[in-house]
């Protein structure tokens, strides 16, 4: 049985669509974590990301160069403008797939925003887990948060 369930969830898919931030609607299910600029996302925060002193392009390469190098990780997509990606981690032990869009906010020519959405594609709770990801990418990509009002 163990081993059926480690080479099903091995196989198990993830979404890897673009997601529009400012019309998310969040799953009824607690496997989710959202953290977007103030005022950029209609959905309900998690986290209030602050704004970096980096133009749009150069926090773009930093999402890519930082996150690349997670384990279990893989940018499954990007979008012509550079700006939006879709990453795939997979748990440790089973290696289950939960999807993290990201998007690069141009809020003026020399500073840039970030709204990132982690969630789980299998089971209906996460453990924290997706909540975690989303405070430690932004901490080790040098974003600062704050709680959600």
Do not use: H
Request: with cysteine; glycine share 8%.
């Amino acid at each position: 049985m163990f081993c059926c369930l480690c080479l099903l969830a091995a196989g198990c898919s993830a979404d890897t669509a673009f997601i529009q931030f400012a019309a998310l609607v969040r799953a009824d299910s607690p496997n989710d974590a959202l953290a977007c600029p103030a005022g950029t996302c209609t959905a309900k925060v998690d986290l209030v990301t602050e704004l970096v002193a980096l133009t749009p392009r150069d926090l773009a390469e930093r999402v890519v160069g930082v996150l690349r190098a997670e384990p279990r990780t893989e940018l499954v997509a990007r979008s012509d403008d550079g700006l939006r990606f879709v990453f795939v981690q997979r748990s440790l032990l089973f290696r289950f797939p939960d999807t993290v869009n990201i998007a690069v906010l141009p809020i003026d020519g020399d500073k840039a925003g970030i709204a990132i959405y982690s969630r789980s594609n299998y089971g209906y709770g996460d453990f924290g887990v997706n909540r975690a990801r989303v405070e430690g990418w932004l901490a080790i990509l040098g974003i600062p948060t704050r709680p959600a009002p």
